[in-house]
């Protein structure tokens, strides 16, 4: 569950729908300074879209 009310989340969740309506892009990456938590919340957003995601790299790194 991530909250829809912290602006950390809404922009998050702004970066990946802004994607997911970009037909020329595949493949979205995020940077090492997310914090502990965004990783999951990146994944979560992205199920929640039905995007495929992964992460790969160090435990602070994602993408989609």
Known sequence: HY?????????????VLLFSS???RDELS????????????????????ELEHRSSGEALRGGL
């Open 30 to 49: 995020f940077s090492r300074s997310l914090s502990p938590a965004q990783p999951r919340t990146v994944h979560l957003i992205a199920r929640k879209l």
């Open 3 to 15: 909250s829809t009310t912290d602006p950390r989340t809404l922009a998050l969740y702004s970066r």
């Open 22 to 24: 970009d037909p020329l």
